[in-house]
């Protein structure tokens, strides 16, 4: 059983920078495909970014790319976002999560893929 604690939101301008982190417990965290998905109010939850077990391989959803920056590190279970550039319609609560099933970067955009989720953070971005 893995547990996944996000950290790191808050309230920013427009045009500002936040970065979340996720500690993960409870599992080899090497072995699993890390990504964050995030949800605003009367949406789905949807994909934000995902990357591959040793951190190679990375994927984006459109909607983030050239400003957002997923990274892990192993040694410390742990997996962060960066995101600058952030824009209003970034509001939503982020929510970590893990996977075991390794699967390639196009299926790990599809949140069913996921067994472990954090309980998510909010992030505000104020025009």
């Known amino acids: 059983q893995v547990h996944l604690v996000e950290t790191g939101g808050g309230l920013v301008q427009a045009g500002g920078s936040l970065r979340l982190s996720c500690a993960a417990s409870?599992?080899?965290?090497?072995?699993?495909?890390m990504a964050w998905f995030r949800q605003a109010p009367g949406n789905e939850r949807e994909f934000v970014t995902a990357?591959?077990?040793?951190?190679?391989?990375?994927s984006y959803a459109d909607s983030v790319k050239g400003r957002f920056t997923i990274s892990r590190d192993n040694a410390k279970n742990t997996v962060s976002l960066q995101m600058n550039s952030l824009k209003p319609e970034d509001t939503a609560v982020y929510y970590c999560?893990?996977?075991?099933?390794?699967?390639?970067?196009?299926?790990?955009?599809?949140?069913?893929?996921?067994?472990?989720w954090g309980q998510g953070t909010q992030v505000t971005v104020s025009s």
């Open positions: 999560a893990a996977t075991g099933t390794n699967p390639t970067l196009n299926r790990a955009q599809n949140r069913a893929q996921y067994e472990y």
């Open positions: 409870g599992g080899p965290f090497s072995l699993y495909t």
């Open positions: 990357i591959s077990r040793g951190g190679g391989s990375t």
